[in-house]
């Protein structure tokens, strides 16, 4: 199957890509940049590998939009040298009862949206899928106490103001 590919992407190889064209790929993946310098800075200091976190709840299937664009997003920031991780969030989907709050199928969700972003063409030589269930429970020492301490500092109508931003 043909990779697919955007008119963004440059043929050349991330090593002898310019900083300028790295930033311009990186660039076109977002609709907005708040700090662009801070951007440019970031890809002269680190020329290998910026890290680049994206996420998702897996919640049943995927339209056409959610696999080729993230394939096409992915595949432009895999190619201007940056490393993609991406959280499957399936922890918190089970809290918002996709696919009925079965663990389970939340999980088997989430592995075949992954295979459709294979077929898709996604690039997956510097792609990382994290789930959010497996890290949490790696660390469940720092989690939960954090988890703790939020909830027994905050009140719920505060965190609904800072929810809805009043």
């Known amino acids: ?16 890509m310019s900083v300028e064209e790295k930033f311009r790929i990186v660039r076109s993946v977002g609709e907005e940049c708040i700090q662009e ?5 970031l890809l002269r200091k680190k020329p290998h590998q910026p890290i ?12 056409i939009a959610q ?3 993230k394939t096409i997003n992915v595949n432009k920031l895999t190619s201007a040298g940056c490393k993609v991780k991406i959280w499957i969030a399936d922890w918190f989907a089970q809290l918002n ?5 079965d663990l389970g199928r939340i999980q088997t969700v989430g592995r075949y949206l992954i295979e459709i972003w294979k077929a898709a063409g996604m690039n997956l030589e510097h792609v990382e899928f994290l789930w959010s269930s497996k890290e949490i429970n790696s660390r469940a020492h720092e989690y939960w106490p954090l988890v703790m301490d ?9 965190i609904m103001r800072y929810r809805l931003g009043l």
């Open 1 to 16: 199957m043909e990779k697919l590919k955007s008119e963004d992407e440059s043929p050349a190889s991330t090593t002898q």
């Open 37 to 41: 310098e801070e951007l440019l800075n």
């Open 52 to 63: 680049c976190y994206d996420g998702f709840e897996p919640s049943g299937r995927m339209h």
């Open 67 to 69: 696999g080729v664009m």
């Open 97 to 101: 009862n996709k696919m009925g709050g």
């Open 150 to 158: 939020i909830a027994r500092r905050n009140k719920l109508p505060r």
